[in-house]
């Protein structure tokens, strides 16, 4: 799994018809936007998170976990949003812990509220990011055989297997163009090392050498060309790295451990959310075309997790501290009281 937090990230494209999860429609320029944001919230009644959506900062549980009953306690976390004709679909998992001592998570999807379960109850399965082309409803995510975690695709539901469990891997995102299917992530590889890989309708293309840690958390696909935006190591620091067809750029230069979560195309502009810090100080900050802009001074630990533009407004989701944030070109709206532990995960902008 990610190895900070629950966080999952949301990708999408302004230019993209069908892209649902963050887009620009003529029709709806008029009109002012609709901001859906999702994450989770940590209730210590409960003790156990709770699913959230906003809209318009107006907070909504997705999924309310329930007290300890016979033996059981009930968490759930929302790792992505997508919004089409008028459908709000969600996708996280929810954790159950049985007797104290069993715990499970169950990849979900939700369709307006209405729970789905993914991945099998049994086992351990994660749903990572929503995609909703047409009439089909793509999840990326994946699920524990038992030895392994295996990259997972859902399609409507129906679950198809992207790697064969030899090797650990997951999924953290997918984007469907035309009748191509791509999904992103990372498999470990003999010596024990995560490789970045893309693959496209089930065919892997490996981003990093193997030599050291990669991962890809988002990608999206326009004009023929495939970016995909992660992290890949060197030392003991990450760097925020954008692919484009298979080369990498580095966003970050290495004295600073950063990851690059969140990736949106508008027109030949590229943005990407992410971060950078050293010692659980990091800044929220984007880059648009390469230049960075920071959102928070990096005195607390804090993200950018998710990212679009609409109208030619710069949308960025986050957190920092407990703290549930989103800017908007810029200036902040808390979403959170601080209280508990909040996050927001994704955002989308219709």
């Known amino acids: 799994m990610k190895k900070y937090s629950f966080k999952i990230i949301v990708v999408a494209v302004a230019l993209a018809l069908g892209a649902t999860s963050c887009k620009d429609d003529d029709d709806e320029t008029k009109a002012d936007p609709v901001v859906y944001v999702a994450g989770y919230e940590y209730n210590d009644n409960l003790s156990a998170y709770v699913a959230k959506l906003w809209k318009n900062g107006v907070a909504t549980n997705i999924a309310n976990s329930s007290s300890s009953t016979g033996g059981r306690s009930t968490g759930y976390v929302a790792n992505s949003i997508a919004v089409a004709n008028n459908d709000i679909y969600v996708?996280?998992?929810?954790?159950?812990?049985?007797?104290?001592?069993?715990?499970?998570?169950?990849?979900?999807?939700?369709?307006?509220?209405?729970?789905?379960?993914?991945?099998?109850?049994?086992?351990?399965?994660?749903?990572?990011?929503?995609?909703?082309?047409?009439?089909?409803?793509?999840?990326?995510?994946?699920?524990?055989?038992?030895?392994?975690?295996?990259?997972?695709?859902?399609?409507?539901?129906?679950?198809?297997?992207?790697?064969?469990?030899?090797?650990?891997?997951?999924?953290?995102?997918?984007?469907?163009?035309?009748?191509?299917?791509?999904?992103?992530?990372?498999?470990?590889?003999?010596?024990?090392?995560?490789?970045?890989?893309?693959?496209?309708?089930?065919?892997?293309?490996?981003?990093?050498?193997?030599?050291?840690?990669?991962?890809?958390?988002?990608?999206?696909?326009?004009?023929?060309?495939?970016?995909?935006?992660?992290?890949?190591?060197?030392?003991?620091?990450?760097?925020a790295t954008l692919w484009k067809n298979g080369v990498a750029s580095s966003l970050t230069d290495g004295n600073k451990e950063a990851s690059a979560n969140s990736i949106f195309l508008d027109g030949n502009d590229v943005y990407v959310a992410g971060y950078e810090g050293n010692n659980d100080k990091y800044a929220a900050k984007y880059w648009k075309n390469g230049v960075a802009v920071n959102l928070t001074d990096g005195t607390n630990y804090a993200q950018a997790t998710s990212i679009c533009v609409h109208n030619g407004d710069v949308y960025v989701g986050g957190y920092e501290k407990n703290i549930a944030k989103l800017w908007k070109n810029g200036v902040v709206t808390t979403l959170s009281d601080g209280q508990y532990d909040t996050q927001i995960t994704s955002l989308c902008v219709k």
Do not use: H, P
């Open 91 to 239: 996708t996280g998992y929810e954790k159950k812990v049985v007797e104290g001592v069993s715990v499970k998570y169950v990849a979900k999807l939700w369709k307006n509220g209405v729970a789905t379960t993914l991945s099998d109850t049994s086992k351990r399965g994660y749903g990572e990011q929503v995609f909703v082309s047409g009439s089909d409803v793509y999840v990326a995510g994946s699920e524990n055989n038992g030895s392994a975690y295996v990259a997972k695709l859902w399609k409507n539901g129906v679950a198809k297997n992207i790697t064969s469990g030899t090797n650990a891997a997951n999924l953290y995102t997918v984007f469907v163009s035309g009748s191509d299917v791509y999904v992103g992530g990372y498999e470990y590889n003999s010596a024990n090392k995560l490789v970045a890989k893309i693959w496209k309708n089930g065919v892997a293309t490996s981003l990093s050498d193997g030599s050291s840690d990669a991962t890809v958390y988002s990608m999206l696909v326009f004009g023929g060309n495939v970016y995909a935006v992660g992290y890949k190591s060197i030392g003991d620091n990450k760097i």
